[in-house]
């Protein structure tokens, strides 16, 4: 079983975003950087279902496009257990979905020229742009069966069993192999690398290459940080002619 797990390099989910002046970037001077929570999970499976077939008996690939930075991200993968990387380096500037596929797509062709991935997986969107968009572009440029969202990934024989959460319970679908899927945070508990994993790590190969940015079908227009619920202050009066005001408001929160 050869599986690949497609990643992105992210600020932190639980830190606090600041725009950069011209509201069209983040402030990262003071972020941390992860891959998305989805991505975690989809190394994590990636990794399983290598071991579940035994040593040698089959290998995981995690791919990254991002800038030199990104190494990082690749040696946490691997960390928890992925065999060896890929980095697409850029400058750092964001790229849009249709892109991101291709480049990845054509990383993809030049390496199953030694035989192909049986299985891809993805985020079912990054934790930044959440484009919802990469996984169906890879899997259509393939021209592979793909499902997405998904919550449990099975692989049985020939087939891949993928389940995906729904109001009323889970859809199920069965993809034949070679397939594409992306997935999202639950779908397994990620594992936390350890010291002797960081070593392995370290001393994997990184095959890196740089692929020409082309021109842009879709662009930036403007970031916006979401509000806050926000806070209402209730002026009740001053001095003892408040004191009937605020008992009145204390028996109808039901404290008095």
């Known amino acids: 079983m050869k599986v690949l797990v497609c ?3 992210v600020p932190f989910t639980g830190g606090k975003m600041v725009l950069a002046p011209d509201g069209k970037a983040l402030e990262t001077r003071h972020l941390g950087f992860t891959i998305s929570p989805h991505e975690e999970c989809g190394v994590e499976e990636a990794v399983r279902i290598v071991e579940a077939g035994g040593a040698g008996s089959g290998e995981s690939v995690v791919l990254t496009l991002g800038p030199a930075e990104a190494v990082e991200q690749l040696r946490d993968a691997m960390a928890l257990g992925i065999d060896r990387a890929i980095h697409l380096q850029t400058d750092g500037s964001e790229w849009d979905g249709e892109s991101t596929a291709a480049a990845i797509v054509e990383a993809i ?3 199953e020229a030694a035989g192909p991935f049986d299985l891809i997986f993805l985020g079912n969107e990054s934790a930044d742009a959440c484009g919802f968009q990469v996984g169906l572009r890879v899997a259509h440029e393939l021209g592979r069966p793909c499902a997405t969202g998904l919550k449990r990934v099975k692989v049985e024989g020939p087939n891949v069993r993928c389940e995906q959460d729904t109001g009323a319970g889970r859809d199920v679908y069965v993809l034949p192999l070679p397939a594409v899927v992306t997935v999202k945070e639950g779908l397994n508990l990620p594992r936390y690398p350890s010291v002797p994993g960081r070593m392995r790590a370290a001393r994997k190969p ?11 079908n879709l662009g930036l227009v403007e970031l916006s940080v979401p509000g806050g619920p926000g806070r209402q202050t209730k002026l009740l009066g001053s001095g003892p002619a408040a004191a009937p005001v605020v008992v009145e408001m204390l028996c109808d929160i039901g404290v008095a």
């Open 7 to 9: 990643v992105k390099r």
């Open 206 to 216: 990184v095959v890196t290459s740089s692929p020409a940015r082309p021109e842009q």
């Open 109 to 111: 062709r030049t390496e």
